[in-house]
């Protein structure tokens, strides 16, 4: 995969690769500011629970499970966080290009681990407050929406380009 935004080379714009290396930072730094706001609150609603009286009577499992969205949660903060350590790293040394590419891995990656610890804090929740069996269907059904919103949707309106 040579650059992840190559469309933009052929989409009409009248742009230096400088400045479309600009734009697409630009456009990276926004998908960033809009995760980073959904796993901040996904993080403190995490960190708190575990201090709330009723922690104490989740199961072994629910805490399993607790431990890892808590950990998943920490790594979609450095996830998040990690184009802009880059960014202070590599700033002014002309290598926008590269730090563009990187970035658009990293949130790729910030993005399946945000619908992991999404749907995983759907599923501790629904076991905790109903039942185990309930937790797995809307945790299935979360999957489901993940895979036809995120991954579904966008190939079907890139095919009809």
């Known amino acids: 995969m040579n650059d992840p935004h190559a469309d933009a080379q052929t989409d009409g714009r009248d742009e ?11 456009e990276l730094m926004q998908e960033l500011r809009v995760m980073q706001t959904g796993t901040q609150i996904l993080t403190g609603f995490l ?3 575990a201090f ?12 399993i499970l607790y431990i890892v969205l808590v950990l998943l ?3 979609a903060s450095i996830l998040s966080l990690a184009p802009v350590g880059m960014h202070r790293v590599l700033f002014a040394k002309g ?9 658009h891995r990293l949130v790729k990656a910030n993005i399946f ?8 804090v759907t599923v501790l929740i629904i076991d905790f407050t109903f039942d ?9 059904i979360g999957l489901l929406a993940i895979l036809l919103l995120w991954i579904g949707l966008p190939l079907v309106l890139h095919r009809r380009r």
């Open 16 to 26: 230096t690769a400088a400045e479309r290396a600009d734009r697409n930072w630009e």
């Open 47 to 49: 960190l708190a629970v």
């Open 52 to 63: 709330q009286p009723l922690f104490r009577e989740l199961t072994d499992q629910q805490r």
């Open 73 to 75: 949660a920490a790594t």
């Open 95 to 103: 290598r926008k290009p590269e730090l563009v590419r990187m970035a």
């Open 113 to 120: 681990v945000g619908g992991v610890l999404t749907v995983g």
């Open 132 to 140: 185990h069996v309930l937790a797995l269907i809307a945790g299935g």
